[in-house]
């Protein structure tokens, strides 16, 4: 796996906010079905096009993985604070914009995945059973396509642990697949 060319595209990230970017490969990604369960039994943001049932099933997330053979995994540490989802939806913004920098600079396959229920809308077009309102920037979590993203994180060398309190910082990952 050639990742020299990868390193201008993570600097970039890096130099926007992005706490670590790395180049990986894609068969490092762990997917599960019990991740989607989570999303679809126990998370209180399921209500979005960026959801299950919406979001490509753990099995079609793996053959999607298994047809690169680069990516980059990106860590953004998240510290509880008022402005933090203003921040993290402007590093969201800034990772869908690389994303098409990634697709214009040769890579045509580029797809980035977030972190998280999708932030663009206070209320997702999806409750009214209507179009999504940001179909250009809204980008599935890694999560709602049943990736493991702890497992992925460790198995990549980053730090990513349980919360026990709102209070902490939160270690949010997101994955671009690059080829």
Same mark, same amino acid.
């Given at each position: 796996m050639q990742t020299s060319d990868l390193g201008k595209y993570c600097e970039k990230a890096i130099s926007a906010g992005v706490t670590h970017a790395k180049a990986i490969h894609p068969s490092t990604v762990v997917t599960a079905p019990w991740v989607r369960m989570k999303c679809l039994f126990g998370c209180p943001y399921r209500v979005s096009h960026c959801c299950p049932p919406t979001t &490509?099933?753990?099995k079609e997330t793996r053959d999607v993985?298994?047809?690169?053979?680069?990516?980059?995994?990106?860590?953004?540490?998240a510290p509880r604070m008022p402005e933090r989802v203003k921040k993290n939806l402007g590093l969201f913004d800034m990772?869908?914009?690389l994303e098409g920098e990634v697709f214009k600079d040769g890579y045509y396959k580029?797809?980035?995945?977030l972190a998280g229920?999708? &932030?663009?809308?206070?209320?997702?077009a999806k409750v009214k059973d209507a179009t999504c309102n940001f179909p250009g920037k809204a980008r599935p979590s890694m999560e709602s396509c049943g990736i493991d993203v702890f497992q992925t994180a460790k198995n990549n060398g980053f730090f990513i642990q349980t919360l026990r309190e709102k209070t902490e910082t939160q270690n949010l990952y997101c994955l671009m697949l690059v080829d």
């Open positions: &490509p099933t753990p993985l298994d047809s690169y053979s680069r990516a980059i995994l990106f860590h953004i540490e990772l869908v914009a580029a797809f980035v995945y229920p999708c &932030p663009l809308c206070k209320e997702c």
